[in-house]
């Protein structure tokens, strides 16, 4: 059973900086793409960022130039680093990997961020 277990959420002012993980295990598999969306109240789960097994990486313009995506794969683990924090960036925030063996995706329980001040 693959388990995907984030952390890094929490509570940062406007124009601060968060780093969230996501370690994904039980795979027999290696994992193809891995990456983030968020979901904020009253709107639909959208893509934040993603990124394949060789790193290349894509991004809305919304989160463009501020958030960076990465991969440890000898770790299947994925990290979103999120700088000058807006605001709207406040929604929780969900890891998803693809096992192309499996024909599967896999999402992980989510982790909340607000932006306040």
């Known amino acids: 059973q693959v388990q995907l277990t984030e952390s890094g959420g929490g509570l940062v002012q406007p124009g601060g900086s968060l780093r969230l993980s996501c370690a994904a295990s039980?795979?027999?598999?290696?994992?193809?793409?891995m990456g983030w969306y968020r979901q904020a109240p009253g709107k639909e789960r959208e893509l934040v960022a993603d990124t394949t097994r060789g790193g290349s990486a894509n991004y809305p313009n919304s989160v463009r130039g501020r958030f960076t995506i990465s991969r440890d794969n000898a770790k299947n683990t994925v990290y979103l680093q999120m700088n000058s924090l807006k605001p709207e960036d406040t929604a929780v925030y969900y890891c998803?990997?693809?096992?192309?063996?499996?024909?599967?995706?896999?999402w992980g329980q989510g982790t909340q961020v607000t932006v306040s001040s």
């Open positions: 998803h990997v693809h096992i192309a063996a499996l024909r599967h995706g896999y």
């Open positions: 039980g795979s027999p598999f290696s994992i193809d793409a």
